[in-house]
C-alpha cells in the first residue's frame, strides 16, 4: 500500500484537500454498484431541504457523484424498502432525523441517534403546546392503521403559513423526534410515519447506547465522512457540540494531524492516510446543501471559496442568485451558477467564472445537469465577466 508521503502528523494543504475530496465521492472511479445507497452509506448523512430548481438537494447530492443516474432510482434507493422473508417484515435502508440538519440516514445508525431522542424527550416542550391526550391519540392511530401522513393523521396545518401546523402534525412530529415515530418513506414530498417499534429492524432498535458510546461512533463517522477535519469540522457534521466531540475524540479511532495553514489542530481518518488520494476527478453543479461544501468555513479553509445559500436573502440583495450552485472540477471551486427550467430549456440565469479555464467545465456542467432533468436546451443569461459570456454560450450549444 503506498503511504502519505510525509509524517501522518503532517498534512499539505493540498494532501487535506484532496483527501477531503476522496472521502465525500468526488475523487476517484465512483462506486456505481453501491449505487446511491452506497453513497448514503459512505456519507452518513445526505441534507434533506423543501428547495427544487433542478432537483432536490437529496437527488442532486448522488447525481453529482454518480452522474446522471435516474431521479426515480434514487427515490427508490432511499425509500423502497427490502423485501424481508416469509416471517420478516420488509427492511427500510433508510430512515430521517436531525443531523447535520432533517437528514436521510442509513438505518444501522438508529441506535447511535439515542442520545438525541433523550435530549429531546428532556426537554419540557417543542415549539408549541398540545392539549391532552393528542400526542397518545397520534400514536394510536397510527398503531391502528399503520403508517400515514399528517395529512391522514387529521391534516398538517391550521390554515396559517409556515410553521402553522396542526396538533396532529405538532404531535406526531414530537414523537418524530423522541424516537417513538419513524419516517422511512416520502409520499409527494409528504413523510410518512409508523411507529418506530414496527418500522425499525429489530436488531437496530434498541436505545441502550449511552451517550459516550453514540457520540464516539458519529465522531468516528464524521471523521471518515470528511477525511480530515477540525474539531468544528467534525462536530458540525452531525451537530454536536464541541465540548461533546472534545469528550469522545480521543477514543474515537481518529489520528491528530496538522495541515499547513489551518490554524487549529484537525483529526484524520486512519484510512484516509493510509495511501495518497489518486483518480479521476468530478466535474459537476453542487447542490449548496451538499456535505462537501455545507459549512461555510471550511468550504473557504480548503477551497478559498466563499459560498452562501442566497435563497433567504431578499433579492435586491442576492450577490449570486437565489439557488447558486457551486462547479467542482479538477477538485476545485471554479465558479458558479444559478440556474433555473423553463419548460425543456435549462436556463442559466447567473453565472460566475473565477476564471477563463472555468468555461468549458461550467458549460459541460450544464450540458449534464440539463440532459439529467430532461431539458433539451441550455440558455445563458448572464455571466459576471460579460467578456466570458460568448465563449460560455458557444461551449455549452
Known amino acids: 500500500m503506498t503511504t502519505v508521503p510525509r509524517a501522518a502528523a503532517e498534512l499539505s494543504a493540498d494532501e487535506a484537500r484532496r483527501m477531503a475530496l476522496r472521502a465525500q465521492g468526488f475523487l476517484g472511479a465512483p462506486d456505481r ?45 432511499y425509500w423502497t424498502p427490502a423485501a424481508g422473508d416469509a416471517d420478516a417484515p420488509p427492511r427500510p435502508h433508510a430512515f430521517e432525523y436531525w443531523s447535520h440538519a432533517a437528514c436521510i440516514l442509513p438505518v444501522e445508525e438508529w441506535p447511535h441517534f439515542a442520545f438525541r431522542r433523550r435530549a429531546y424527550r428532556a426537554r419540557p416542550h417543542w415549539h408549541h403546546e398540545l392539549s391532552d391526550g393528542a400526542y397518545d391519540a397520534v400514536i394510536k392511530q397510527l398503531r ?101 466531540v472534545d469528550a469522545v475524540i480521543a477514543d474515537s479511532g481518529l489520528v491528530p494531524v496538522t495541515v499547513e ?26 447542490s449548496p446543501f451538499d456535505s462537501l461544501i455545507w459549512e461555510r468555513a471550511r468550504t473557504e479553509r480548503i477551497f478559498g471559496f466563499t459560498h452562501r445559500l442566497e435563497a433567504y436573502v431578499p433579492k435586491p440583495k442576492r450577490i449570486y442568485g437565489y439557488f447558486a450552485m457551486p462547479l ?24 460566475s467564472l473565477d476564471t477563463p479555464a472555468a468555461v468549458e467545465p461550467m458549460a459541460r456542467a450544464l450540458r449534464e445537469a440539463a440532459e439529467w432533468v430532461g431539458c433539451d436546451s441550455v440558455r445563458i443569461e448572464r455571466v459576471d465577466r460579460p467578456e466570458l459570456a460568448a465563449a460560455l454560450t458557444r461551449a455549452v450549444n
Open 33 to 77: 454498484r453501491g449505487g446511491v445507497r452506497g453513497v448514503l452509506r459512505h456519507l452518513g448523512a445526505v441534507q434533506l431541504d423543501t428547495i427544487s430548481v433542478l432537483a432536490r438537494s437529496h437527488e442532486l447530492i448522488p447525481y453529482a457523484r454518480l452522474g446522471a443516474v435516474g431521479r426515480k432510482t434514487v427515490e427508490g434507493a
Open 144 to 244: 391502528a392503521e399503520g403508517p400515514l401522513t399528517a395529512t391522514e393523521l387529521g391534516g398538517a396545518k391550521n390554515g396559517g403559513e409556515w410553521w402553522d401546523w396542526s396538533e396532529a402534525k405538532v404531535a406526531v412530529e414530537r414523537a418524530l423526534m423522541h424516537g417513538e415515530v419513524v419516517c422511512t418513506e416520502r409520499r409527494s414530498w409528504k413523510r410518512v410515519y409508523d411507529l418506530a417499534e414496527r418500522a425499525i429492524p429489530d436488531e437496530v432498535l434498541h436505545d441502550d447506547l449511552d451517550d459516550t458510546e453514540c457520540l464516539r461512533r458519529l465522531v468516528r463517522l464524521a471523521g471518515r465522512s470528511l477525511g480530515v477535519g477540525t474539531r468544528s469540522d467534525i462536530g458540525d457534521y452531525h451537530r454536536i457540540k464541541g465540548e461533546q
Open 261 to 286: 495553514g489551518w490554524a487549529k489542530p484537525a483529526w484524520a481518518d486512519p484510512e484516509a492516510l493510509a495511501s495518497v488520494p489518486r483518480g479521476r476527478h468530478r466535474t459537476t453543479l453542487l
Open 328 to 351: 467542482l472540477s479538477g477538485g476545485k471551486l471554479l465558479g458558479r451558477v444559478d440556474p433555473a427550467r423553463e419548460g425543456a430549456t435549462l436556463v442559466a440565469r447567473q453565472v
